[in-house]
């Protein structure tokens, strides 16, 4: 019985000992430029405060697409030397140093769990290469609310692996070149951009399994398959931009860029195919595919071509009955609950969360622990209930 006791102690002082509290002090000329419009803006002089201890900014600006507009906008976040923060992970604390991350307001993130959920995913499979932990945020001692603290997929790209290409993917044949820079290196640009699409648009003449050994040699497709089985699972219906790409020549690649890739942003699971164009015209095959969406042309090659789709449902079968055990489904939910755990009841994070894109029954209340709790629990029955949906589904294929 004192053993219990004791490990319960543990756990929970390990669980509030994971709070993180980030204090950006900004000028007051910054505070009212920063107010007068939503659209993006570099702070001009800033500091940034953790523990106590003051740290200088190299470079704080506003960040993000649509949540440009919310009253509690997001942050880019570059400093001259690191700073510590606490993550729970695996039932106890660890801190690790960052000084170039992202503060994601989460606005439109259902209970603040859901991004975090996805990125659980992702990580457990190697899909996602960095870190995520929370941080009540204060602007002049005036707390903003709980957000999302990701560390800088780039400098992973750029510093852990050398990376020589980082792609990020957009909507439809769009994509972006973090790096290297076309100014920097005109040469090593055009063989980055020039390899991506070759991974994203194989040649015309090719199918099945030519066209799959084709797909193997540029980009890891074990990865990318996995990728989409957990987005297809986590009933993510606007994944297509949310992905980086990243490669090196090396010794089994000494010719010609192998893609590797890191998933990004997972704040759109349990969510409808994305309206696009492609989605559109694809409506009823969207209805029976084992893909979330077909926006993009390589996902369209995996639905369409006999060979890779069996290949994915069979993969797929795989990976849900070995893999995603309902023991690791209640783990990762677990986790997420742990790592928000802190901040429950915190009565200005509930108070700031009304500014969000909330629930029409839970707009006068904010988040509540109750809200959450029932939120995780219900997405633990989710899964599970989607993963048997899927397992039938390709059953059918391989078995037609």
Known sequence: MKTIIFLMLFLSTSIYASYNSLHLIITQDDMDKYRQKAESYEFSNSQIMIQGESKPVKKLATRGQTSIQAPRRSFSVKLEEKITLNNLANGHVEQFKTKDFKLVNMWEDNGYVTAQLGYNFFREFGLYKTRTTYAEV??????????????????????????????????????????????????????????????????????????????????????????????????????????????????????????????????????????SIPNLLRKERLKQTLLMSLEIHLERLIDRDTYLYSKFAGDLMKFLETEVTDELIDRLIKETRNKIAPYLGNEQIKEMSKYDRLDKSIKDTGYTTEYIDNLLSQYAKRIKARKQDLLIKAQKVLKP
């Not at 055009?190 to 648009?201: L, V």
């Open 138 to 275: 204060f602007i002049n001692n005036v707390s903003q609310g709980l957000y999302l603290v990701v560390d800088n997929p780039e400098v992973y790209a750029k510093h852990k692996v050398k990376a020589e290409c980082f792609v990020r993917r957009g909507y439809g044949t769009s994509y972006e070149i973090k790096f290297p820079k076309l100014e920097d290196d005109n040469e090593k640009y055009i063989d980055c951009e020039e390899a991506f699409q070759r991974s994203m648009k194989p040649p015309k003449h090719l199918q099945g399994e030519a066209l799959y050994q084709y797909l193997s040699k540029v980009l890891n497709m074990k990865a990318y398959y996995e990728w989409l089985m957990i987005n297809t699972l986590l009933e993510s219906g606007d994944y297509s931009d949310e992905v980086y790409f990243y490669a090196v020549k090396d010794f089994y690649s000494p010719t010609y860029y192998y893609f590797e890739i890191m998933a990004w942003d997972p704040d759109d699971i349990f969510q409808k195919p994305h309206l």
